[in-house]
């Protein structure tokens, strides 16, 4: 009764259950747009999706898996065999077949995603299935962190915000999955170009921290016009500008969910990050999380 509730809802699967033990499975999901999340926990200890599940529901969408559970989950999709560990994630479509098992008790973390959401931004996301995300991945950590705060908020009457949680999440996921960041980058520029932006994003992952970090400090340090240096960003459709602010954003809310820093003054946490305008942050961290710092925490 509950599988036949659950393809109807839901997704198609063919369910296996742990045989020595009785029955259990608790689902929780929330919306965001186009954008699902769901955490199960439960003796449910396979899953396995065939073509005849994926004409039952169209077969629509991919799903980031997160693996909660105290053991590791294998599986396979598309001809790769893949073991993600507790913490890590996988890249799964919904319209190949797929193969998971786990162990006697599984918990773990959906984020359901639309073909339109993914086809259309990205491309080579065929690369990128079947392959394990780390647990240290620190998009994938974020991502963890950003959703126990989404649970904890609940759904937005506010349609802006509800979009903004929605955008977050995708941001996220493309970057734990590398659709989105220095690999995605690299892969849109050739030869010479190619070395110098990766050097460039090489330094600014080492001293976005630095209050007064600027394109002309990068210049300068690789012997490059500021221009040039500008030119090479702006072709990957960020600017610098916008990278170091992301990485720093990226930075202070790492910190503020992380038990490690639960002493330290959410001003002191922005000087770790390299703001130097505490009001600045601020503005900054509500435009882009959709809640103020303290919030966060």
């Given at each position: 009764?509950?599988?036949?509730?659950?393809n109807?809802?839901?997704a198609?699967f063919?369910?296996g259950?742990?045989?020595?033990?009785?029955?259990?499975?608790?689902?929780?999901?929330?919306?965001?747009?186009?954008?699902?999340?769901g955490?199960?926990?439960g003796?449910?200890?396979?899953?396995?999706?065939?073509?005849?599940?994926?004409?039952?529901?169209g077969?629509?969408?991919?799903?980031l898996?997160?693996?909660?559970?105290?053991?590791?989950?294998?599986g396979?999709q598309?001809g790769r065999?893949f073991?993600?560990?507790?913490?890590?994630?996988?890249l799964?479509?919904?319209?190949?077949?797929v193969?998971?098992?786990?162990?006697?008790?599984?918990?773990?973390t959906?984020v359901?995603?639309?073909?339109?959401l993914?086809?259309?931004?990205?491309?080579?996301?065929?690369?990128?299935?079947?392959?394990?995300i780390?647990?240290?991945?620190?998009?994938?950590?974020l991502?963890?962190?950003?959703?126990?705060?989404?649970?904890?908020?609940?759904?937005?009457?506010?349609p802006?915000?509800?979009r903004?949680?929605g955008?977050?999440?995708?941001?996220l996921?493309?970057l734990?999955?590398?659709?989105?960041?220095k690999?995605?980058?690299?892969?849109?520029?050739?030869?010479?170009r190619?070395?110098?932006?990766?050097?460039?994003l090489?330094?600014?992952?080492?001293?976005?921290?630095?209050?007064?970090?600027?394109?002309?400090?990068?210049?300068a340090?690789?012997?490059?016009s500021?221009?040039?240096?500008?030119?090479?960003?702006?072709?990957?459709?960020?600017s610098?500008?916008?990278r170091?602010?992301?990485?720093?954003?990226?930075?202070?809310?790492?910190?503020?969910t992380?038990?490690?820093?639960r002493?330290?003054?959410?001003?002191?946490i922005a000087?770790?990050?390299?703001?130097?305008d505490?009001?600045?942050?601020n503005?900054s961290?509500r435009?882009r999380?959709?809640?103020?710092?303290?919030?966060?925490?």
């Open positions: 009764m509950w599988r036949d509730i659950h109807a809802q839901i198609s063919d369910y259950i742990t045989g020595d033990r009785p029955f259990e499975a608790h689902l929780d999901a929330i919306s965001f747009g186009r954008i699902t999340v955490t199960m926990t003796t449910v200890n396979k899953a396995e999706r065939s073509t005849a599940n994926i004409r039952e529901d077969g629509d969408g991919y799903c898996l997160i693996n909660n559970s105290v053991g590791g989950m294998a396979t598309l065999d073991l993600i560990d507790t913490g890590a994630a996988v799964v479509s919904n319209s190949e077949a193969k998971l098992v786990g162990s006697n008790e599984t918990a773990w959906s359901i995603l639309t073909n339109q993914l086809d259309h931004g990205f491309t080579h996301i065929g690369d990128r299935l079947g392959l394990e780390r647990q240290d991945n620190e998009a994938l950590t991502l963890r962190a950003y959703h126990q705060l989404l649970v904890t908020t609940g759904s937005f009457s506010s802006a915000l509800t903004h949680a955008e977050t999440l995708l941001d996921v493309a734990a999955t590398g659709l989105k960041g690999a995605a980058d690299l892969g849109s520029a050739k030869g010479l190619a070395a110098r932006l990766s050097a460039i090489q330094k600014i992952e080492q001293h976005y921290r630095e209050p007064s970090f600027s394109s002309g400090h990068v210049a340090q690789l012997a490059l500021s221009r040039y240096v500008n030119d090479l960003l702006h072709e990957t459709g960020r610098f500008a916008d170091v602010l992301e990485l720093r954003l990226q930075e202070a809310f790492r910190m503020l992380s038990e490690r820093f002493a330290e003054r959410i001003s002191d000087y770790r990050a390299g703001f130097s505490i009001s600045y942050f503005r961290f435009a999380f959709g809640c103020t710092p303290k919030a966060a925490r």
